[in-house]
């Protein structure tokens, strides 16, 4: 309840019904001008779960839903956050005082319930106030609104009468009135008439028990009100659709500021003799004596100032590090290996994220985790191969493809080889370096006489291998023909 300066409680807008009343307030603030169109559908939608179709043809055209037998249970009202993903909201069931068990659900019935856009939710406040036949929120833009959407009793039950003047009791809390016709008189609200809105089940008889209400002098706000054709509506009750001009803050524009980052400063690496010179030199242009508070408040800024000036132009710049990628390597392999673990955790998460390591799910989850790694690990294998193999393929024949590959192989710090030196003798250009590692390699293949060789154990190996080489020649036999 809003409450202006001089105790007077000023109330915007009132949907009143037989069966349903929905109450919007307002604590108005003169000099704010309407510049935007607040759309406000008034439904008692007879099982919530049925008007998926509803929501998907108005998504676009209506702001705030007041919601009447949405038939859900307190078990189930967050429900109301999944019913459209632009919309959340929230409800009272006919069990919210005693919830009952989700084991022993009967058919549901009544309830309300108020669903807004998403881009409206911090704009609006949820208020405990009323039973289980009373739902209020608060819309907190330039003008403030409170939105109350009532389910009355129908006359069907023993005590509706009861029922109803606890309902107007509640109200009057609300609005500070008692009965029906009083509460409209007293706070001078309004109607526009738009015909028949509910037709029973039978279809033998019809009346016009849903309205919407307005003080009058609100009513240059009020755009219109009627009553929508909508296909999707499978309700017995018709809604009512209210239009009226409201300015919105800017909460889509959000002011990016920009975020700075102050790192801690490390005095031991530092050159502590230009900090002491620059700071000496700011202290130089401080006033000796400051004369006023205002004259010391300068005198503190300007020191603050010179400090962080110092500090910012001896401190090292902090290094941005480069973020790497979480794979290096991506294979249709290895994006199939993706989507069954996520899959396999979608699984397990939707069924409560079972704990016990034996639950298929759980197996499930940890088999595709491995899966997937060993497919990297496979992938990365197979990708270190083959750029190997390139390698080796590019050889003599293709100089500038070899030394691109050898760079690739070292990374980003490598560099080529301009100069190499094989047995004293200096090679020097790409293909001289070539020639190099070629006659490096080839007299590598052939014997020679070398000082670090260990010759004992060279003679011993040469005179094992002759002896096997005569032993052979002696037992083989040349397989002829003999005529």
């Known amino acids: 309840m809003n409450t202006s300066s001089d105790g007077i409680i000023e109330y915007d807008v009132l949907d009143f019904k037989n069966d349903c009343i929905n109450v919007h307030c307002v604590n108005k603030d003169k000099d704010v001008r309407s510049t935007s169109t607040l759309r406000i559908l008034d439904f008692n ?21 007041l919601l009447q037998e949405h038939w859900l249970y307190d078990c ?21 005082n005693d919830p009952i068990q989700p084991l022993h659900m009967p058919r549901g ?47 069907s039950s023993d005590n509706h009468l ?22 409209m008189s007293d706070h001078n609200l309004s109607t526009t008439e738009v015909g028949i809105t509910y037709t029973h089940t039978s279809g033998i008889s019809s009346s016009a028990i849903d309205y919407i209400l307005y003080q009058e002098k609100f009513k240059d706000f009020i755009i219109n009100i ?28 959000v002011s990016q500021t920009q975020v700075t980052t102050h790192h801690k400063v490390k005095w031991n690496n ?54 790497k990628k979480k794979l290096q390597i991506m294979t249709e392999n290895i994006s199939q290996a993706i989507s069954e673990k996520k899959i396999a955790f979608f699984q397990w998460k939707q069924n409560g994220r079972p704990p016990d390591p034996n639950h298929p799910l759980t197996i499930q989850k940890k088999i595709t985790t491995s899966s997937l790694r060993k ?46 030196t094989v047995d004293e003798e200096i090679f020097q250009s790409p293909e001289n370096v070539m020639k190099g590692w070629n006659k490096h390699f080839g007299d590598l293949a052939k014997k020679s006489n070398n000082n670090s060789f260990d010759t004992i154990y060279l003679n011993s190996i040469e005179k094992e291998a002759t002896h096997i080489i005569n032993k052979c020649k002696d037992t083989y036999i040349h397989q002829g023909n003999f005529y």
């Open 375 to 420: 497919q990297c690990r496979i992938e990365t294998a197979l990708q270190r191969i083959q750029e190997r193999q390139k390698i080796i393929d590019a050889g003599y024949n293709d100089p500038a493809l070899f030394y691109s590959l050898i760079k690739k192989q070292r990374g980003r710090l490598s560099r080529f080889i301009e100069e190499l």
């Open 76 to 96: 189930q009202l967050n429900l109301l956050q999944e019913l459209h993903s632009d919309f959340t909201g929230t409800g009272k069931a006919v069990d919210s």
């Open 226 to 253: 009627e009553k929508p054709d909508i296909i999707s509506n499978v309700s017995d009750h018709l809604p009512i659709l209210l239009q009226l001009k409201y300015e919105f803050p800017c909460i889509n524009s």
């Open 270 to 323: 530092i050159d502590r003799d230009r900090y002491k010179i620059l700071v000496e030199e700011g202290i130089a242009l401080l006033k000796v004596d400051p004369m006023n508070p205002n004259e010391l408040d300068q005198a503190f800024q300007t020191l603050n100032h010179t400090l962080t000036k110092a500090t910012l132009a001896v401190a090292p710049k902090k290094k941005k590090k480069i973020r």
């Open 162 to 183: 009861n029922e109803l003047y606890e309902c107007i009791d509640q109200l009057h809390e609300i609005m500070e009135k008692n009965y029906i016709l009083d509460f």
């Open 109 to 155: 019935y009544g309830g309300v319930a108020i669903l807004w856009k998403k881009n409206l939710d911090k704009l609006v406040t949820t208020l405990p106030i009323g039973n289980e036949r009373i739902q209020c929120i608060e819309l907190s833009g330039n003008q403030k609104l409170l939105f109350i959407s009532i389910y009355l009793p129908c006359k």
């Open 45 to 65: 939608c007879k099982n919530i779960l049925t008007c998926g179709p509803l929501f998907k043809e108005l998504e676009s055209k209506i702001d705030i839903f």
